[in-house]
């Protein structure tokens, strides 16, 4: 079936400016996470949802950013007064259920970069 | 907190040579390990899991991973590499109980053929 899809693939924007990352997760995925890649660094945990709900936001680098779901289901991403510091690849993945037993299926990820 | 640490950020081989990744860990309770790989131009897949049971995980394309407590670390081997290898590859740890992983910073591995 389908995975998980990211929109858009690439987005550049001017610093400043507002953005909006999608997620649509595979169907029936219970937990969804938002994660970031910078050049040279690892992959940076930033939300995660189980349902709607968002129990784990500790990876939030600062309050430019926030994230919801809604019907279990489409994430966004919001980044607010875009920095250049926030280019980076912002990566979604989903997972059956919460806990390590279920793989974390990932898309291939929104690059952004900010000028 | 937890960490992931990875030796090695770049490596290159020679096909038919052995790999091994080394991977290190901080992490005080029970931790679950993983190995994701993301080839060129593809998304990032899982690799190899240890949850709990034998510590040598074996399997997918010829590579196994071994979890050594006493060194908090989680190797992943191959004995002899293929140019299909080259990726990029992830080590990661959880603590089970939301699937939120901490990852570590990456290796790639290219492979010459």
């Known amino acids: 079936g389908a995975g998980v899809s990211q929109s858009p693939s690439n987005k550049v924007t001017e610093k400043g400016k507002d953005v909006e990352l999608r997620c649509d997760p595979i169907?029936?995925?219970?937990?969804l996470y938002w994660y970031r890649q910078s050049l040279g660094q690892g992959l940076e945990f930033l939300i995660y949802f189980q349902g709607n709900s968002a129990p784990d936001k500790s990876g939030l680098p600062s309050d430019r950013f926030s994230a919801e779901r809604t019907g279990g289901s489409v994430s966004t991403l919001t980044i607010q007064r875009t920095q250049q510091e926030d280019s980076a690849v912002y990566l979604c993945?989903?997972?059956?259920?919460?806990?390590?037993?279920?793989?974390?299926?990932f898309g291939n990820g929104t690059r952004l970069t900010v000028t | 907190a937890q960490s992931v640490s990875q030796h090695n950020h770049h490596v290159i081989l020679s096909e038919a040579a052995s790999l091994e990744l080394g991977c290190n860990y901080s992490?005080?309770?029970?931790?679950?390990l993983f190995w994701y790989v993301q080839y060129p131009g593809q998304h990032l897949q899982l690799l190899h899991k240890?949850?709990?049971?034998?510590?040598l995980v074996k399997g997918i394309k010829g590579f196994e991973a071994e979890f050594i407590k006493s060194k908090f670390s989680f190797n992943l081997r191959k004995p002899s590499v293929q140019w299909s290898d080259t990726a990029e590859y992830f080590c990661?740890?959880?603590?089970?109980?939301?699937?939120?992983?901490?990852f570590g910073q990456g290796t790639t591995l290219q492979v010459k053929p």
């Open positions: 240890y949850l709990s049971g034998d510590p």
């Open positions: 990661a740890v959880g603590s089970g109980n939301t699937g939120k992983l901490i």
């Open positions: 993945a989903s997972s059956l259920e919460r806990g390590n037993n279920s793989p974390l299926h």
């Open positions: 992490y005080g309770g029970t931790v679950n």
């Open positions: 169907s029936g995925h219970t937990a």
